[in-house]
């Protein structure tokens, strides 16, 4: 058997031995550091390679709190890093995005180069000297088997005598499902450990330097139509109305938040951050391509560009100025309605804005070229994801919307969206709704009655339909994840679910609803 095919048929019997009929947990952990370990031995120069050290980090971290935690963001974090992992695996010298690109290229179209891969194994000189590999006689297998499946149930349906006598076959013993759960797996291995480049994109990957060539007036006159002088003058007056706009808006942030610490008539606070925030998307995608436009070749050299260069530096000042303001917007925000993953998600897009408009900086500081903050960048944004695996997410929403609801009563808070949130802040709420009989409101109307247009108000009725979604998730807990197997172990899950089964014995607790 080819050393590439080893790592194919055992990182496929444990795909299915782990995955199926399993839900995540402690098998994605497992399998991540299997695929990781098949890819060292397979090759063991790759652990001198930053890319692929940096990738395997990434899949062990997401898939740890895959294991731990079982939400979204750990577990979108581990298929960028597999799909990451495959491809630096193949080049190591790739960027992230190329990395990626050709990894997510080999995964999806895995069916069209195994039948390529098949062709060429019949072509093979060793079909006919009979020295033809294990691997790929069953790889030239699969497609006679299964027109031998399909010609099979044709016969049954249209010769009642075979189909008599096939119906007496046993087949009981395989389990179809499990047949194509492994199939499927057997085809993202493939895909993953038989990765397909595309030459041109890593050529001009490989030869593509962060770094600007020098470039020369006579050589800026073959490639441009414009002047110096011309390009000098309109990205200089362009530069100075932005940056007298941008001066406006930010003035007026500053008089407003700053001095009145208020809005205008007439204009909401959601308004105002969401506006603004929409405002500041449309700034900085402006002021990078303004920039990457000016400063992508000779500009960069030439002696006459201080004024351009300064006034590109004050406008990314002013743009992380808008950042602050933003920030600052989001904070009120969050103070007074509370906190949400979407309002989480703002804190998180303007930190990449600050690294974008730092990269920038750095580009036309230090002369890099576009392709440097793309790299950089995309390395920026996937480590972000990372390091925020190790947070749970919705147990830091929850906390901080209690704690800061009881400091302060007027708070506007959403119980309905802590109550749907995933599974690691269950004990939490269990405990405070049903243990300790609160609510998140804090005014209580006992005279209303239930209507589909007054939910968001506290009342009893709505108390109610909060703890009745608890208790639905204690339900849930119990049938789907209590008789679980070891494989499917979660941490998070076990130990809320655990808390709650101790409160409800240590208070005597009824559960009131049944499953829906």
Not at 67 to 79: K, N
Request: net charge neutral; aromatic share 16%.
């Amino acid at each position: 058997m080819k050393r590439n095919d080893i790592p194919i048929v055992l990182s496929t019997a444990a795909f299915s031995f782990l995955f199926y009929k399993q839900s995540a947990g402690f098998n994605y952990l497992l399998f991540n550091i299997l695929l990781v370990a098949l890819l060292a031995v397979r090759d063991s120069s790759l652990i001198r390679s930053k890319a692929f050290l940096a990738a395997s980090a990434g899949c062990i971290v997401s898939s740890f709190f895959v294991f731990w935690y079982d939400t979204t963001l750990p577990f979108a974090a581990d298929m960028i890093s597999l799909v990451l992992l495959a491809g630096v695996s193949m080049d190591r010298e790739s960027s992230f995005i190329i990395a990626w690109f050709h990894s997510l290229y080999s995964i999806i179209g895995v069916g069209v180069f195994m039948i390529i891969d098949m062709v060429r194994g019949l072509n093979s000189p060793h079909v006919d000297s009979g020295r033809t590999k294990v691997f790929d006689k069953v790889l030239l297998a699969i497609l006679p088997v299964i027109i031998f499946v399909i010609f099979f149930f044709i016969y049954r349906s249209g010769n009642p005598i075979f189909d008599q006598y096939a119906a007496k076959i046993n087949f009981d013993f395989i389990s179809i499902g499990w047949v194509f759960f492994t199939l499927l797996g057997f085809f993202f291995m493939y895909g993953f450990f038989k990765q397909r480049i595309i030459g041109l994109f890593q050529k001009a990957d490989h030869e593509a330097s962060d770094e600007l060539p020098p470039v020369s007036h006579d050589d800026h006159i073959k490639d441009s139509p414009i002047s110096v002088s011309n390009l000098v003058y309109t990205g200089v007056l362009l530069l100075i109305l932005l940056n007298v706009l941008l001066a406006t808006v930010n003035g007026l942030d500053i008089y407003y938040l700053g001095f009145l610490h208020s809005t205008p008539a007439g204009i909401t606070f959601s308004q105002y951050l969401h506006n603004g925030t929409n405002s500041l998307i449309a700034s900085i995608i402006l002021a990078v391509t303004v920039i990457l436009f000016y400063f992508r070749g000779y500009l960069n050299f030439y002696e006459g560009n201080k004024w351009l260069k300064g006034l590109a530096y004050i406008w990314i000042a002013q743009n992380l100025m808008l950042v602050l303001s933003t920030v600052y917007r989001n904070t009120v925000y969050i103070y007074d309605f509370g906190l949400t993953h979407k309002r989480i998600g703002v804190y998180v897009y303007l930190f990449l804005c600050v690294a974008g408009l730092v990269t920038t900086f750095i580009k036309i500081f230090q002369r890099k070229n576009n392709w440097f903050l793309f790299r950089k960048n995309a390395w920026i944004a996937y480590t972000l994801m990372i390091v925020a695996c190790p947070v749970d997410w919705d147990t830091v929403i929850t906390t901080f919307d209690i704690d800061h609801f009881q400091a302060n009563k007027t708070m506007e808070i959403d119980q309905r969206y802590l109550a749907e949130l995933g599974h690691t802040n269950f004990a939490q709420l269990f405990q405070y709704y049903i243990v300790e009989d609160k609510s998140l409101k804090a005014q209580i109307d006992s005279s209303a009655k239930p209507s589909a247009f007054s939910r968001d108000n506290y009342t009893p009725y709505y108390n109610k339909e909060i703890k009745d979604m608890l208790w639905n998730k204690y339900l849930y807990l119990e049938r789907d994840y209590a008789p679980h197997h070891w494989r499917s172990h979660c941490m998070s899950k076990s130990n809320n679910l655990h808390a709650v089964e101790k409160m409800i014995a240590d208070h005597k607790l009824v559960c009131p609803v049944q499953l829906r």
